[in-house]
Every structure is written in C-alpha cells, then in structure tokens.
C-alpha cells in the first residue's frame, strides 16, 4: 500500500512533463512568438534620399501643384455661382409670391348650375374648410358676424399686451379672393335654419347696416362651424354681450 501511494506523485509528474514537451515539440511557432522580435532597423540614408525625392518630385513638377490650386479655386468659384443664383431665385420667388398676392387671377362667377355651399362661421372648422376647397365645385356662401379669422391661441398675449390684437387677425378676403370662383360672403348672424325647405335666415346686427338687415339663404349643403359660447351661469359681466 505504501509503494503504491510513493509511486502516485511520480506518476504525475511524469505526465505533466509529458505534457510540456508535447506543446513545446507539437507548436514550434509559439517558441518564436514568447521570444522577443529583433528591433526594427532603418537605413538612414535611404530614408533621407526618399525625403528629399519627393521634396524635389514636387519642386521639378510645379504643374501638379498648380493643378491642384486651380481645383480648389474652380470650386470656390462654382460655390460663389451658386450662392449668388440661389440668392438671385429666392428673391425673384418673393417677388412672385407678393405680385400674385397683391394681383389674383380673375374669379369665376357664381354658376346657378352648381349646387350651393352654405359655410357658417368663419372660425378654426370653417376656415380649414375654406382653404382646402376647391370653390369651382360649388358656389360657395360665407354666413358670419365676423369678416376675419381669429387666431385664439394668442389671444392672451393681446391681453398682456405682448402682441396687437391685428397681428392674430386674418381677414377671410386674403383666403377668398386667391380662389378659383367667388364665393359671397355675408357679415350675418344666421338666425334660424329650416331644413325642410333648406334655408337659412340671417340678420345683421352690426352697427353699420345696409338697406336690409334680414336676408334667407338657400343652400343644398350646410356647414355649421359656429363654435360655442360659454356658459356664465346667469352672472352678469362675463358673456361678450355685457361688456
Ligand atoms: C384664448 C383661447 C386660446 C385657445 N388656445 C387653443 C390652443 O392653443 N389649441 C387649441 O387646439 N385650441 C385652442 N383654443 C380653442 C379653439 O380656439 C377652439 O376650439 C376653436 O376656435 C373652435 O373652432 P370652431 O370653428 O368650432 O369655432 P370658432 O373658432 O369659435 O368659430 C366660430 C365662428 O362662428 C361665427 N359665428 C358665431 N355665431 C354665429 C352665427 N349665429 N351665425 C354665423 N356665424 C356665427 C363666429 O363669428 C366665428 O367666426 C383656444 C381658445 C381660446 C378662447
């Protein structure tokens, strides 16, 4: 038994030399990688020589040099082209944009062949309306109090006085008249609506009146875009009609 335990650490040492060696004899490649690699060595003079061929390629051959500048300069001088063309089309664009905005073509009149479009209210619905239609389809009639378009989410900095209240004013004219037909526009509260007969009453309670204050309009279609009012709950001094 005692032999036997003696003999077992022999045994393994054995074999990890075996083991060793077989690495070592099986890879040679990693014996040339553990050692260190000889240090790079430079041929002094070849280095200088190549240094100065090139500095004298560049003196003896100015023509490759020139041709670079000119590239840079062609280029600086198509960018510049550019700049000043696009500057030239952009204000030529405003110029359009302001002549066919101070001078709409002519309007179409109104057809009694087509049906008629009856829009109330000249608010956030309504407008949107407005700008998507295409007006030669129909003929189209505007009912509403007012003769602009509110832009009511800047409406508190009117009150802070941060903007004029003109500035969030868009008269409903710049929409109209840059569209294909006429569309007639009353400056009306529409009163009353008969379905039945497809009619709507209108009265002008402005302070400036004409001839007639109360009309009937009739229609074939009808959009209703008047918003809502707010409730006060029976308190004076908080509906528009108080103040
Ligand atoms: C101060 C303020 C800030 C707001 N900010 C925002 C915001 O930031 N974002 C947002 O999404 N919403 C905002 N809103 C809400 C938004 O303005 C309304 O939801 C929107 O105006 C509703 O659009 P409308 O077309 O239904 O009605 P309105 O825009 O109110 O238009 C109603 C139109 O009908 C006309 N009219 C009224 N009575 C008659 C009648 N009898 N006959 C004919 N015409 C009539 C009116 O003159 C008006 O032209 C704000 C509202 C206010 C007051």
């Not at 550019?82 to 309007?107: F, N």
């Not at 508190?156 to 004219?173: A, D, K, L, N, Y």
Request: charged share 25%; aromatic share 10%.
């Amino acid at each position: 038994m005692v032999g036997a335990s003696a003999a077992r650490p022999m045994a393994v040492a054995s074999l990890q030399n075996v083991g060793r060696r077989t690495l070592a004899t099986s890879r040679p490649s990693l014996i040339s990688k553990a050692r260190p690699a000889a240090r790079a060595t430079f041929d002094r003079t070849t280095l200088r020589q190549s240094f100065r061929r090139s500095y004298a390629d560049d003196v003896i051959n100015p023509a490759v040099k020139a041709k670079a500048k000119r590239g840079s300069w062609f280029a600086l001088k198509w960018l510049w082209r550019l700049t000043y063309l696009s500057a030239i089309a952009g204000t030529g664009w405003v110029a359009y944009g302001i002549y066919e905005s101070r001078h709409p073509a002519d309007q179409a009149d109104p057809d009694s062949n087509k049906k008629t479009l009856v829009i109330l209210g000249t608010g956030w619905g309504s407008v949107s309306l407005l700008k998507k239609l295409d007006t030669e389809n129909y003929n189209v009639v505007i009912i509403s109090p007012r003769n602009y378009f509110l832009f009511t989410p800047l409406l508190p900095s009117c009150t802070t006085g941060t903007i004029e209240h003109r500035s969030i004013m868009e008269p409903v004219r710049n929409f109209l008249r840059h569209k294909k037909a006429a569309v007639t526009f009353y400056e009306a509260d529409a009163t009353k609506i008969d379905y039945e007969k497809k009619i709507v009453y209108i009265n002008d309670g402005s302070d400036v009146k004409g001839a007639t204050s109360s009309n009937e309009v009739p229609f074939d279609m009808l959009v209703v875009g008047v918003g809502a009012e707010n409730a006060t709950f029976g308190r004076s001094g908080r509906s528009h009609d108080d103040t």
